[in-house]
């Protein structure tokens, strides 16, 4: 069955410091993944997509993404969060060629410490 | 500018009382799709549409219909809605052979 896993549903990080995503899909074919974010109020917002080549893809707001095929992962990364950050983050698994098909994780809650 | 645009952004209605939430696009996507978010449970897609005429059910579509006369508007219609079908609604479209999709800002529903 296809799913996405983000085993981590509330996430505190204090200004400055480094961020890790967790995620983790389970896909039949060719998996193509995306991160979405969603301030408060707003709808989601894409920050980087992953189709095929360099397994690290570079995406806005100075966030980044590996592809680790062996361990089933696409985790987010960024070096230094912003209080801006503080929003909820989506992995997402589809077919290239069609959204209809795409699977959205639940979603991990990032809350920033001054 | 190029959007999604849903209306409204705030519903409370009771059971039973029929409504429809808009979503009109202004990129010319062909792609258009609901999903409902729930807490714990991510997004999870209701109908979609991949174009004029043409919709299918999503894995959650029990309780509500769509149309898809026009290429940019997508209305979702819960023709008797219950409680469980409060929610947060959002509108999303994407270009043909595309898998980006672009969101609206969502539709707080509440059904008491």
């Known amino acids: 069955a296809q799913s996405v896993t983000q085993p981590d549903i509330h996430i505190t990080v204090s200004e400055g410091a480094s961020l890790e995503l967790r995620c983790n899909y389970s896909?039949?074919?060719?998996?193509?993944l995306f991160w979405y974010v969603q301030s408060p109020g707003q709808g989601l917002q894409l920050l980087l997509k992953y189709f095929s080549g360099d397994t690290l893809v570079q995406g806005i707001k100075g966030f980044e993404a590996e592809f680790k095929r062996s361990q089933s992962s696409f985790n987010l990364r960024k070096p230094s969060v912003h209080w801006s950050d503080a929003a909820e983050y989506f992995c997402?698994?589809?077919?290239?060629?069609?959204?209809?098909?795409?699977?959205f994780g639940s979603g991990t809650r990032l809350s920033i410490r001054p | 500018e190029a959007q999604v645009t849903q209306n409204p952004r705030y519903l409370i209605t009771v059971t039973g009382k029929k409504l429809t939430v808009t979503c009109s696009q202004n990129m010319n996507h062909e792609y258009m799709s609901w999903y409902r978010q729930d807490p714990g449970l991510g997004l999870r897609q209701i109908y979609y549409s991949m174009n004029v005429e043409v919709t299918d059910k999503g894995d959650v579509p029990e309780g509500y219909k769509v149309s898809r006369k026009e290429k940019r508007n997508f209305p979702l219609i819960l023709e008797s809605p219950s409680p469980n079908q409060t929610s947060l609604y959002f509108c999303?479209?994407?270009?043909?052979?595309?898998?980006?999709?672009?969101f609206g800002n969502g539709t707080r529903l509440t059904v008491t």
């Open positions: 997402a698994v589809g077919a290239w060629s069609s959204a209809s098909k795409i699977i």
């Open positions: 896909y039949g074919a060719t998996p193509y």
């Open positions: 999303a479209s994407s270009p043909r052979d595309s898998s980006s999709l672009h």
